[in-house]
C-alpha cells in the first residue's frame, strides 16, 4: 500500500507524531508462492503513538541509596585531639614516664613507652604568673640559692608571661632534664584562653629513653652557674 495514502487516509498531521513500526505478517503457503512470483514482500505498516515523556525527573538516588563515609574528616579529628590533650591536663595525668635517679646527675625522667613524633608527652605545670610576679618570685629565689629555679618565661598573644614550676610537686614535667639535642619541645596548648606549656615528642620515642629537652637559657649568667647548658 503507498505510505503517502495511507497517511492522507489516517488524517494525520504530521509524521512527527508518529512512529514508523514495520512488522512482517505471517505468511501462508499460497502467499510464499506469490511472493516468489512478484519477487516481492508485503509488509503491514502501523503507527504508534512516541512514548511519552515522564513526567517526574527521575534521579539516581532514586533507585540507589546514597553511600555516607564514616571517615571523620581533618577538622574532627584535630577537635578529638585537642579534647584528648584538654582532659590529660584538666586532670593531671601523666602516663608512658618514670622517674629515676642518676648517679651525678640526680633525678630524671624516662619513658615507659613509646612516643610518636608530635605526640604529647607531659605539662610542664606550675603557677600561671604575669611578668610582673614572675620576677619578684625569681628575685625571692635568688637570695636562697638552694632553693633553685624552674621558671619558665615565654611569649602568649602579644604578653610575657611564666610557668613558676619551683614548688616541689609529684608532677614529672618540672624534672626532664635539659639537652640541646633533646627529644622533646615545648609547646603552647590553649584551654578556654589560657595558655598552658607542655612537652611534645619532636621525634619518635623509643622505650627506656630519657626525656630531653632544650631549655633555651644561652646567657653567660646561667651558663655559669649551670655548665651543663651548654649540653
Known sequence: MDLQ?????????????????IVN???????????????????????CSAPRKNSQ?????????IRRSSRKSKAELQCEHKKHIDELIINGIEQGMEVQ?????GRAVFATRSFLKGEY??????????????????AEYAQNPATGCYMYYFQYLCK???????KETGRMGRLINHSKSG?????????????????????????GEELLYDYGDRSKASIAAHPWLKE
Open 25 to 47: 505478517p505471517i505468511r501462508s503457503k499460497q502467499h510464499i508462492k506469490d511472493d516468489k512470483r512478484k519477487n516481492s514482500f508485503p509488509l503491514n505498516i502501523s503507527f
Open 160 to 166: 610575657t608571661y611564666c610557668v613558676d614550676a619551683t
Open 121 to 138: 608527652v607531659v605539662e610542664y605545670h606550675g603557677d600561671l604568673l604575669q611578668i610582673t610576679d614572675a620576677k619578684k618570685r625569681e
Open 101 to 105: 635517679q642518676i648517679e651525678g646527675k
Open 183 to 207: 627529644n622533646c619541645q615545648t609547646k603552647l596548648h590553649d584551654i578556654n584562653g589560657v595558655p598552658h606549656l607542655i612537652l611534645v615528642a619532636s621525634r619518635n620515642i623509643d622505650e
Open 5 to 21: 495514502r495511507l497517511c492522507s487516509q489516517t488524517n494525520i498531521q504530521g509524521i512527527n507524531r508518529y512512529r514508523l513500526r
Open 57 to 65: 525527573n527521575r534521579k539516581v538516588t532514586d533507585y540507589y541509596p
